[in-house]
């Protein structure tokens, strides 16, 4: 009776481990988590928060739904984990920004100062990070404007290195009302995000004489723009 020799059965990808009940190893998991975030960004800033799926996202990935769940659980545990990726190094990055002009000019600080302090690290990274950073930026955007749960999520965000560049413009310009300065900011994220999420609609609008993806444009002109905002504000304010 002759022996039959078995082939050798195909060992599983380390993606396929992952993708099917067990956990992955840490390293693995580190990977897959950074691989489910970058699809569930990019899904998010084409499509917003209700047009995509935990499905579409896992099909984009590359992995199992559940391996979606059990490291994120459900879709907007999902969404506010994408957001705080890369709004704890913005904050970060502006923070540093602001202290560096403050110690570099102290007790001769401007408006027009600050605010290039506030947003330049934004324009420095959306021009250097890559299209993961195009499409946060534009994932910002959708949320700032979106009335049911935008404001709240901005909040959570973003609020303290808001609140920094307020009390900083208060330093500067002592004598403005913070309601003021407030309604300014309002008018400034406007401005700045628009910017950012680079829509094209500035290079048929100008027929072509300007594009939204030509940040240095968007320097030479955004800082001085917000500023003399904030002090027609301030100068137009009725004094108490």
Known sequence: MTSQVRAPRAQPTPRAKAAGRGRPSKAAGRDLKETILDAAEGLFARHGFHGVTIRQVAAEAGVDTALIHYYFGAKRELFDAVFLRRAEILNTA???????????????????????????????????????????????????????????????????V??????????????????????SYQFLTGSMMLALSETGRIDSLSEGQCHSSD??????????????????????????
């Open 94 to 160: 502006r923070g540093l920004s602001m202290d560096a002009y403050e110690k570099s000019h102290a007790g001769r600080m401007t408006v027009e100062g600050v605010i290039e302090a506030f947003i330049e690290p934004l324009l420095r990274i959306s021009q250097d990070g890559g299209q993961g950073w195009k499409s946060y930026f534009a994932l910002v955007a959708q949320v700032n404007n979106t009335p049911a749960w935008g404001g709240e999520t901005m909040a959570r965000f973003f609020d303290p």
């Open 215 to 240: 940040l240095g444009a968007v320097r030479a002109r955004l800082f001085a723009y917000c500023a003399a905002g904030f002090e027609a504000v301030i100068d137009r304010a009725p004094k108490a």
């Open 162 to 183: 808001v609140h920094r560049l307020v009390e900083t413009l208060k330093v500067v310009r002592p004598d403005a009302e913070y309601r003021d300065l407030y309604w």
